[in-house]
């Protein structure tokens, strides 16, 4: 499903974050930022162990990246040219400001993604698989959040990277109405 805002592309697809090759691709990391499950695994596999050297280094000089917030390394061996590494919140029922967290990690990868000068982006759905954030909650903080950031700033596509046909159908219904 593609959408036109404003003169920004917005597209869900059903794919394989790791073949992208808009200029970034984001990565649903953890806070240690040195690989994991999930698309993590899939992302510093596909990127070879470049990632992995330019995370140590994020994580000498800053230690930690706290939840919502994003840091930027090569894409190492994949088409993209840069992966957003962001620790999205794990769901723990709601009252632990999970909500407005997945908003920062969404919003802060956008705004990495300007100041570095890239054009389009790629997304999975963050913190919906193993942090277990209810999909239709996450789809509409995450449309929202990009309809709001490309509404200000100028990109040239936004595109989901929906691993399963099911929630591809998700984000579908959720832009159909927001
Ligand atoms: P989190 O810990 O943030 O929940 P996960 O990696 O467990 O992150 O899951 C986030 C989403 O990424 C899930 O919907 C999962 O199915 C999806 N996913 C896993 N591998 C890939 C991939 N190669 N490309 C796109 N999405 C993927």
Redesign the pocket.
């Known amino acids: 499903m593609e959408k036109m805002i404003g003169k920004t592309r917005l597209n869900l697809i059903q794919?394989?974050?790791?073949l992208q090759e808009t200029g970034a691709i984001v990565n649903?990391?953890?806070t240690g930022l040195l690989g994991?499950?999930?698309?993590?695994?899939?992302?510093h596999r596909?990127g070879g162990p470049e990632i992995r050297e330019e995370c140590k280094k994020i994580r000498a000089k800053q230690g930690k990246c706290p939840t919502g917030e994003a840091v930027i390394t090569t894409g190492g061996n994949m088409a993209t040219g840069h992966v957003i590494h962001t620790?999205?919140p794990?769901w723990h029922g709601g009252n632990r400001n999970e909500e407005q967290l997945l908003r920062n990690s969404y919003y802060n990868c956008l705004n990495l993604a300007k100041e570095n000068g890239i054009k389009s982006i790629s997304f999975?759905?963050?913190?919906?698989?193993?942090?277990?954030?209810p999909?239709d909650k996450a789809a509409r903080i995450a449309l929202t959040t990009v309809k709001e950031f490309i509404q200000e700033h100028k990109l040239e596509e936004v595109r989901f990277?929906?691993?399963?046909e099911k929630?591809l159908k998700v984000y579908e219904e959720v832009l159909k109405d927001c």
Do not use: H, Q
């Open positions: 794919g394989d974050i790791t649903a990391a953890n994991g499950g999930g698309v993590d695994g899939a992302i596909a620790p999205g794990v999975p759905s963050i913190s919906t698989g193993v942090y277990r954030f999909i990277v929906l691993f399963s929630d």
